[in-house]
């Protein structure tokens, strides 16, 4: 959910859920824990409070960094693993 909303800041949750095949509630649910913890936030000025747009914070976005080199580093180890099996 964090590199959704890297990658599509401003997004709702609904178009969360879609994206990532989850439950509404699901997806409102995991939005309310993620809150609580800091990385992500609501914006203000949103008179409109059924549509609410997302944004991950701060510390949001440095974990979404961290998650990305962990994923990188991941696939260079998948891809060493794949070369000494076809070598």
């Known amino acids: 959910m964090l590199l959704y909303l ?10 969360i ?3 990532l095949c989850l439950q ?9 824990l993620i809150q609580r ?8 000025g949103n008179s409109n409070r059924k ?3 997302l944004q991950l914070s ?3 976005t440095a974990l979404a960094r961290k998650i990305k080199a962990n994923i990188a580093v ?4 998948f891809a060493l693993t ?3 099996k076809a070598a």
């Open 6 to 15: 890297d990658r599509h800041p401003q997004c709702e949750v609904m178009e």
């Open 58 to 60: 701060a510390k949001g």
């Open 51 to 53: 549509v609410v747009k």
């Open 17 to 19: 859920a879609s994206a």
């Open 74 to 77: 991941t696939d260079k180890l």
């Open 24 to 32: 509404n509630l699901s997806a409102v649910k995991t939005v309310q």
């Open 37 to 44: 913890q800091g990385w992500i936030r609501k914006p203000q």
């Open 82 to 84: 794949d070369g000494r």
